[in-house]
C-alpha cells in the first residue's frame, strides 16, 4: 500500500531546451510547444510496485486508492497476474514526469496526500496478517503515514516484516526527522529501502553528518535497527548494521526512468522471499531494473528475463 498516481511521461529534447522553449513561449504570450513525445500510464510506488512483484511471479495484495474514471486504468494492468487489488475511493494522484537523464516529477498527490489505518477494512487486517512482507511506501506523500506504520506494527505483532520506501523526504524533513526518532525507540520497521538523495537526507536527519552511500547504507542499519537498502547509479548495497555487502551497477542508456527504483524494491524483495542471499539478492534487483529502464515500455520484466539476464 498505498498510491496510486496517473502518470504522464513527457519526453523533451533536455531539460534545458524545455525550459527554454517554454520561457520563449511564455514571453510571447503562450500557445503550444509541439513534438515532446506523451503517454499516460498508471504508476504511484505502491501501484508499481505491486506490479512488479506479481510480473515476478509473487502472489499480491494491493490496497489502494481511486476514484471510478481511472480504477479501470489501475486494475487492468493486473489481469492474469496473482493479484488481488482493493480500491479505497479515494482520488488518485496526478503526475508529470519530465524524462531525461534524470527525472523530475510534478506531483498533485490526490487521495495519496491522507490514507489513514482507519480505511482498513478487518478484511484488510486479516490479509496483512497472513502476509509474509508488508510493504508501506511513498510515505512522503501521506500525511497520515506514520500513523499508518505505527498502526501495522500494533496491530500485526512484532515479527511481521514490514518495510519501508519513504521516497524523497525533502519536502517533509521535520516530519521525517520525527519518524526516524520514533523508529530509533522502538522498532516500527525491519527493511527500509531508499536511494542515494533519500539515504543522504536520511543522515542528515540522523546526525550522521555528509556520508557516502556505502557507508551511509551502514550507519542507517545501525541507527535504526533495521534491513537497510541503499541503490545508486553506481553500486547498490545494503547492510543489517554488521557490514555491508555492495553490488557494482551496470551502466546502461536509459530509455524509462519513473518506476525503476519500485522495479529494485520488488526484485530484491521477491529475491528475499525465494530464499537469496544478500549479493545474488542485490544482483537479481540490479539485472530487474536493469532491464526496465533499457525497455522504455510500461511493463517490469518477468521472472523469466531477469533469469535469463542473469545467466
Not at 504570450?29 to 513534438?35: A, I, L, N
Not at 544482483?283 to 535469463?308: D, I, M, Q, Y
Amino acid at each position: 500500500m498505498h498510491d496510486f498516481f496517473v502518470d504522464r511521461l513527457v519526453r523533451p529534447r533536455g531539460f534545458r531546451w524545455l525550459f527554454g522553449v517554454a520561457d520563449e513561449k511564455a514571453r510571447q504570450g503562450g500557445g503550444s510547444v509541439h513534438g515532446i513525445p506523451q503517454e499516460d500510464v498508471r504508476g504511484g510506488n505502491a501501484v508499481n510496485l505491486a506490479h512488479a512483484l506479481a510480473m515476478l511471479g509473487a502472489k499480491v495484495l494491493l490496497i489502494t486508492h481511486s476514484d471510478a474514471e481511472h480504477s479501470g486504468m489501475l486494475r487492468e494492468s493486473f489481469n492474469g497476474l496473482r493479484a488481488e487489488v482493493r480500491v479505497k475511493p479515494l482520488r488518485p494522484g496526478l503526475t508529470v514526469s519530465l524524462e531525461g537523464n534524470v527525472n523530475v516529477m510534478l506531483s498533485d498527490s490526490g487521495g495519496a496526500a491522507s490514507f489513514p489505518p482507519s480505511l482498513l477494512t478487518e478484511q484488510d487486517w486479516g490479509s496483512l496478517r497472513s502476509s509474509r512482507v508488508v510493504c508501506c511506501v511513498n510515505w512522503a506523500a501521506n500525511r497520515k503515514g506514520t500513523e499508518l506504520l505505527c498502526a501495522l506494527r500494533k496491530k500485526l505483532g512484532p515479527r511481521k516484516t514490514l518495510f519501508l520506501n519513504p521516497s524523497d523526504v525533502r519536502d517533509r524533513f521535520g516530519d521525517y526527522r520525527a519518524l526516524l526518532g520514533m523508529m530509533r525507540e522502538r522498532r516500527v520497521v525491519d527493511w527500509v529501502s531508499m536511494n542515494e538523495y533519500e539515504a543522504a537526507a536520511t543522515c542528515r536527519a540522523l546526525g550522521l553528518g555528509n556520508l557516502g552511500p556505502r557507508r551511509a547504507c551502514l550507519e542507517i542499519a545501525r541507527a535504526l535497527d533495521a534491513r537497510t537498502d541503499v541503490h545508486t547509479e553506481d553500486a547498490v548495497h545494503t547492510s543489517l548494521g554488521s557490514g555491508v555487502t555492495s553490488v557494482a551497477t551496470k551502466r546502461v542508456k536509459p530509455k524509462r526512468l519513473t518506476g525503476a527504483g519500485d522495479v529494485w524494491d520488488a526484485a530484491s524483495i521477491a529475491a528475499f522471499l525465494r530464499g537469496m542471499g544478500d549479493r545474488k539478492r542485490l544482483e537479481f534487483a540490479n539485472a530487474a531494473a536493469r532491464l526496465f529502464v533499457k525497455s522504455g515500455g510500461p511493463a517490469p520484466p518477468t521472472l523469466a528475463e531477469v533469469r535469463a539476464a542473469l545467466r
